[in-house]
């Protein structure tokens, strides 16, 4: 990791991929599209896992605890760094087996039983699938990069915010998915 500079990343996070239905857990977010979960780096400069405690807070804190994934483990997980002007956003590939009803339970979840500073936990206001087939195929990538949109487990369609997106081609570019 020393050989990069770490004060160029702004922010972290993680993209899960559910090895059970070959799906993209997707978070619906603040920017009201589906995202991965993520946002800006928390830690100070000179703090060597700086970019991983981020992306597994936000892990944690977006999927409302019902996700989490320790900053040691991430280190170890592929992932893909895009570039944004002079920052880059660092966003790790989890592979897990979720639970099929955890979408439910994030719907069912007790807000009031999270600790009193919650707003962290409030950005997210639902999860769903989104069947990876979809992002293999160039001609379907294509298409969802044009509209922002794809179809989720469910067969609705639904946006997909452009960081998101970022994040899938490039996994797909480097056959991460």
Do not use: W
């Not at 559910?18 to 993209?24: A, G, P, R």
């Not at 981020?54 to 994934?69: D, G, K, Q």
């Not at 087996?97 to 339970?105: H, L, P």
């Amino acid at each position: 990791m020393a050989s990069f500079d770490l004060k160029k990343y702004l922010g972290s996070g993680v993209l899960i991929v559910d090895t059970k239905s070959s799906s993209l857990l997707l978070v619906y977010d603040y920017t009201q599209n589906y995202n991965c979960c993520g946002g800006f780096i928390k830690y100070n400069h000179d703090d060597p896992q700086r970019i991983e405690k981020t992306a597994s807070e936000e892990l944690y804190e977006e999927t409302r605890t019902l996700i989490s994934c320790d900053p040691d483990c991430l280190i170890s997980c592929p992932f893909v760094d895009l570039n944004f002007h002079d920052d880059i956003f660092r966003c790790y590939i989890l592979k897990i087996a979720c639970e099929s009803d955890i979408c439910q339970q994030f719907e069912k979840f007790n807000v009031d039983s999270l600790p009193n500073d919650t707003d962290e936990y409030l950005e997210t206001t639902s999860m769903a699938f989104f069947p990876l087939n979809q992002f293999r195929r160039k001609k379907s990538l294509l298409k969802i990069d044009a509209t922002s949109m794809a179809t989720s487990a469910d067969r609705k369609k639904y946006s997909l915010n452009r960081r998101v997106i970022s994040v899938i081609k490039a996994a797909v570019k480097k056959n991460l998915l």
